[in-house]
């Protein structure tokens, strides 16, 4: 991965991040836990993306199509465990 690919990533997940938080809501905690899904869904989407040899979707070296998939799965899956009453 160059770095020019690893900064759009970067760009590209901290913008679903925080658009998943301005279209839901929340307070302060929620847009950290938002942003840290993003990044880490993001970074899972593309490496599984490389592993299972997908090219559609890829953006030079970056698999756009599966880490943007990966990320939403993250965000999604971040927002329904922050409902979750685990007392």
């Known amino acids: ?4 690919a690893f900064v759009g990533g970067a760009l590209i997940s901290t913008l679903f991040g925080a658009g998943f938080h301005l279209f839901f809501g929340g307070n302060g ?4 836990l938002y942003l840290l899904a993003g990044w880490l869904g993001f970074a899972l989407g593309h490496v599984v993306g490389n592993f299972s ?3 559609v979707g ?3 070296p970056l698999n756009l199509m599966t ?3 990966g990320s939403w799965i993250a965000l999604f899956a971040a927002r329904w465990l922050a409902k ?4």
């Open 67 to 69: 880490a943007s998939l």
């Open 29 to 32: 905690w929620r847009l950290g």
């Open 58 to 60: 890829k953006l030079g």
């Open 84 to 87: 979750s009453d685990f007392r």
């Open 1 to 4: 991965m160059t770095f020019p």
């Open 53 to 55: 040899g997908v090219t």
